[in-house]
């Protein structure tokens, strides 16, 4: 298993295996989030197969399937509001980590400089200096 930290209490994870679930449990998430759809993997590392062995372990479980064309304005809202109302540390998965991270670095570009979001990102391993352009329209486009 591969847990990369994003901020303090947002991780990040490529598939992860219901095997899983007790180590995730063990190493201090609470939540996690499933950004992968399932027609992207075979049955047995499916959302119902995580989510019964993430439940078991006594994690929540939310699934938020994300792909390009759903990488909207409201599933971001609902990734950050969910991590947000979280009862402790969360950890999003995908086919990489990458969706569940650049869905992270959109629904913060309101809130830190966009310089900050892809220290952040990079730091848990993953660069997304192509997203700068989007953070920063984001970041002007915001309310005053």
């Given at each position: 298993?591969?847990?990369?930290?994003?901020t303090?209490?947002?991780?990040?994870?490529?598939?992860?295996?219901?095997?899983?679930?007790?180590?995730?449990?063990?190493?201090?998430?609470?939540?996690?989030?499933?950004?992968?759809?399932?027609?992207?993997?075979?049955?047995?590392?499916?959302?119902?197969?995580?989510?019964?062995?993430?439940?078991?372990?006594?994690?929540?479980?939310?699934?938020?399937?994300?792909?390009?064309?759903?990488?909207?304005?409201?599933?971001?809202?609902?990734?950050?509001?969910?991590?947000?109302?979280?009862?402790?540390?969360?950890?999003?998965?995908?086919?990489?980590?990458?969706?569940?991270?650049?869905?992270?670095?959109l629904?913060?570009?309101?809130?830190?400089?966009?310089?900050?979001?892809?220290?952040?990102?990079r730091?848990?391993?993953?660069?997304?200096?192509?997203?700068?352009?989007?953070?920063?329209?984001?970041?002007?486009?915001?309310a005053?």
């Amino acid at each position: 298993m591969d847990i990369r930290q994003i901020t303090p209490t947002y991780f990040v994870a490529p598939q992860v295996d219901p095997t899983d679930m007790q180590a995730v449990a063990a190493a201090g998430i609470t939540t996690v989030i499933c950004n992968r759809p399932d027609a992207e993997v075979p049955p047995a590392f499916q959302a119902d197969a995580v989510e019964q062995a993430a439940r078991a372990a006594g994690l929540e479980f939310v699934r938020l399937p994300l792909t390009h064309q759903t990488m909207n304005p409201e599933n971001v809202g609902a990734q950050m509001d969910i991590a947000a109302h979280a009862q402790g540390a969360v950890l999003a998965y995908c086919a990489s980590g990458t969706r569940s991270t650049v869905v992270w670095c959109l629904g913060q570009a309101r809130q830190m400089a966009a310089d900050d979001i892809l220290a952040a990102a990079r730091a848990g391993g993953y660069d997304l200096d192509n997203l700068r352009p989007t953070l920063v329209a984001i970041a002007r486009a915001k309310a005053p």
